[in-house]
């Protein structure tokens, strides 16, 4: 299928979470116009932990976002947290990829989009910092029961299920965390009167709602589950799930 824009978020690359299949699967069978990388898609952080993990797919997915810039399809790499470290080379070019802190998409339809990761409203990485490390650490961890629980579900015949996906909507101080994101997020954007939506990432937790009047489309990620958001030809933006 051929799309205007892709926006994907929290791929992390370099952990053993990473649906790179279905990842590559999907950049194969579509096409973009514009393509943005919404922060967190290499996982540098994890280059510092033990379980950095890297195979061919990994490298064939950054091949292939590559080859596509060569090709002419314009790649807006938004920095992460996760790549934070990318902050340095902000403004620069690499491989036709840019690096922005955040950037301004318009549709097709003339709506304005601010488009960022979302790390800067996140209160736990600016006054916590050791709090977020080790709520990061066990995230991490969770992921990685949720890998081997659903291989023996797969061997038992049963579907996927999301341990972190379940925890994230379950536990109510994380649901007061998404809030309360999401609220900062569109305080940020109300500053200026002439954006119409916001696209972010960060939390892994996808989302399409109306807040305050903003249109609220958060891309999710790469590790859990496997959804972006979607420029038609038209202008219409849709949140998708990939199988």
């Keep these: 299928m051929k799309y205007k824009t892709l926006f994907i978020s929290d791929v992390h690359l370099g952990t053993t979470v990473s649906q790179t299949g279905r990842l ?8 973009f116009e514009k393509l943005y990388l919404v922060g967190d898609i290499v996982d540098m952080t994890a280059i510092r932990r033990r379980y950095f993990y890297w195979d061919e797919n990994h490298n064939t997915i950054l ?40 950037d301004v998409h318009v549709t097709a339809d003339g709506r304005k989009c601010l488009v960022m990761h979302g790390h800067q409203f996140d209160g736990v990485i600016k006054e916590l910092p050791w ?37 994230k909507t379950k536990v109510k101080n994380v649901i007061k965390f998404v ?28 989302a399409d709602k109306e807040i305050s009047g903003i249109r609220y489309m958060n891309c999710g990620c790469w590790t859990e589950y496997c959804s972006a958001v979607v420029e038609h030809e038209d202008g219409r933006l849709e949140l998708i799930t990939v199988d």
Aim: glycine letters at 6%.
């Design 131 to 167: 709090l977020y490390w080790l709520g990061d650490t066990m995230y991490d961890f969770a992921l990685f029961i949720n890998t081997w629980f659903n291989r023996a579900r797969y061997l038992l015949g049963k579907d996927y299920w999301s341990l972190s996906l379940y925890l």
């Design 24 to 31: 590559l699967k999907f950049l194969k069978e579509n096409e």
């Design 63 to 102: 091949q292939k976002i590559l080859r596509m810039a060569r090709k002419g399809v314009q790649v807006e790499y938004i920095v992460g947290n996760h790549d934070v470290f990318l902050e340095f080379f902000i403004q620069e070019h690499f491989g036709n990829i840019n690096l922005k802190e955040r």
């Design 179 to 206: 809030n309360n994101y999401e609220q900062l997020v569109i305080h940020e954007v109300k500053k200026d009167k002439t954006f119409d939506t916001v696209i972010v990432g960060h939390i892994h937790m996808s």
